[in-house]
């Protein structure tokens, strides 16, 4: 797993994929961050994933 993104390290490009309330990498396309979304979810399966349009949360 990745390290976390600071929030005001952001760009307002892309997708962000937040996992448990804090940022946790960003993709260039919906596809790769839903995918990378999907991974960790099925990972483990209580863990709160959400996928943003970094554009939406600049």
């Given at each position: 797993m990745q390290n976390p993104?600071?929030?005001?390290?952001l760009q307002?490009?892309?997708y962000v994929v937040e996992v448990g309330g804090q940022f946790?990498?960003?993709y260039?396309?919906?596809t790769?961050?839903?995918r990378a979304g999907m991974?960790?979810?099925n990972k483990d399966s209580h863990i709160?994933?959400?996928?943003?349009d970094a554009k939406e949360r600049a």
């Open positions: 993104i600071p929030a005001d390290a307002p490009e892309g946790n990498s960003e260039g396309s919906l790769a961050a839903l991974e960790l979810k709160q994933v959400k996928v943003h």
